[in-house]
């Protein structure tokens, strides 16, 4: 009896030696723990967000939980009900945790369980979870020119803005993939090129007959693929003769200009001198007097034009 006093008494004192450097034994207090605290997810399947109780001594245990996005916490499981954003969606699974049926984009965030246990000693517990939900790629928009001429450079584009996480991108020549370093290849050893994986870009430094064919973008993440329609790119030979002409044409037209303002200042020469003769009208020549002293007063000052 003795030996069952002094275990008791021991058991009492460790106890509170423990309450008073701050440790609850487990049986006291509400433990919480999780089996992961960043959790990924696909779009449009099932997810589980585990929240076990280790130790607890309260029958009925009050549990909830919160959406933390942005900072701004809002319930997702509040009166022993899922509402909020997960409404219609999820369920409470024993002990507690809560399993999403068909997660969304939207769903990305943190979410935090807490459970109180009023007849415990550490009454609270709470515990942060990290959803991120990954979202498949759509198609990717490409773009291929559709011919290009040899020793030129050019560059094929392909961008995607809905995967998540950002999509790495890959390449296609008639079905074969491009290698991002085209010299590890035996097969594109000649090719020069260069592929940016994030960017979707592929830039030919200076285009041969062998890169013309089709080409084909691929946007990859870890929640699927997808990819664009293929495109013909024609690589044409360099048109010495269609060169040739233009320079021609643009000689003649040089040509046409120097000689049309050739003929303009002719012209305008040309109408300055006819505008400088001034052809006079002959003067009169003078009266002729017919008459003289001997026939009288009668005396003819003007001329008879017959």
């Given amino acids: 009896m003795k030996r069952c006093k002094m275990a008791m008494a021991r058991l009492v004192a460790c106890i509170v030696l423990y309450t008073s450097l701050g440790h609850i034994p487990s049986s006291?207090?509400?433990?919480?723990?999780?089996?992961?605290?960043?959790?990924?997810?696909?779009?449009?399947?099932?997810?589980?967000?585990?929240?076990?109780?280790?130790?607890?001594?309260?029958?009925?245990?009050?549990?909830?939980?919160?959406?933390?996005?942005n900072g701004i916490p809002s319930y997702v499981y509040?009166?022993?009900?899922?509402?909020?954003?997960?409404?219609?969606?999820?369920?409470?699974?024993?002990?507690?945790?809560?399993?999403?049926?068909?997660?969304?984009?939207?769903?990305?965030?943190?979410?935090?369980?807490?459970?109180?246990?009023i007849e415990d000693q550490r009454d609270f517990d709470e515990i942060l979870i990290s959803l991120a939900v990954r979202v498949k790629p759509v198609v990717p928009r490409c773009s291929v020119p559709e011919?290009?001429?040899?020793?030129?450079?050019?560059?094929?584009?392909?961008?995607?803005?809905?995967?998540?996480?950002?999509?790495?991108?890959?390449?296609?020549?008639?079905?074969?993939?491009?290698?991002?370093?085209?010299?590890?290849?035996?097969?594109?050893?000649?090719?020069?090129?260069?592929?940016?994986?994030?960017?979707?870009?592929?830039?030919?430094?200076?285009?041969?007959?062998?890169?013309?064919g089709e080409y084909y973008c691929q946007a990859k993440n870890d929640a699927g693929n997808a990819q664009c329609s293929p495109k013909v790119m024609d690589v044409c030979d360099v048109d010495v003769l269609g060169i040739f002409l233009q320079s021609c044409g643009g000689l003649m037209a040089v040509v046409t200009l120097i000689f049309?303002?050739?003929?303009?200042?002719?012209?305008?020469c040309y109408k300055s001198v006819y505008n400088g003769n001034n052809y006079n009208t002959p003067a009169q020549a003078p009266a002729i007097d017919y008459a003289d002293a001997d026939e009288g007063h009668f005396r003819h000052k003007s001329s008879f034009i017959i």
Wanted: aromatic residues 10%.
């Fill in 78 to 117: 509040f009166q022993n009900k899922i509402s909020g954003d997960l409404e219609n969606r999820a369920q409470l699974r024993e002990p507690a945790n809560i399993l999403i049926f068909n997660t969304s984009r939207a769903d990305t965030a943190e979410y935090r369980c807490e459970v109180a246990a």
């Fill in 260 to 268: 049309v303002i050739y003929l303009m200042k002719r012209l305008c």
């Fill in 147 to 212: 011919s290009v001429t040899v020793g030129t450079s050019t560059e094929l584009r392909c961008l995607e803005n809905e995967g998540f996480p950002a999509p790495q991108y890959r390449w296609f020549h008639n079905n074969e993939e491009l290698p991002q370093d085209p010299k590890t290849s035996q097969r594109f050893v000649n090719f020069s090129y260069i592929i940016n994986p994030d960017t979707g870009s592929l830039k030919f430094r200076r285009v041969r007959k062998e890169d013309a």
């Fill in 28 to 69: 006291l207090g509400v433990i919480l723990r999780t089996t992961d605290k960043i959790v990924w997810a696909n779009e449009f399947e099932p997810i589980e967000l585990t929240c076990l109780i280790e130790s607890i001594s309260t029958n009925n245990p009050r549990i909830e939980w919160k959406k933390i996005k």
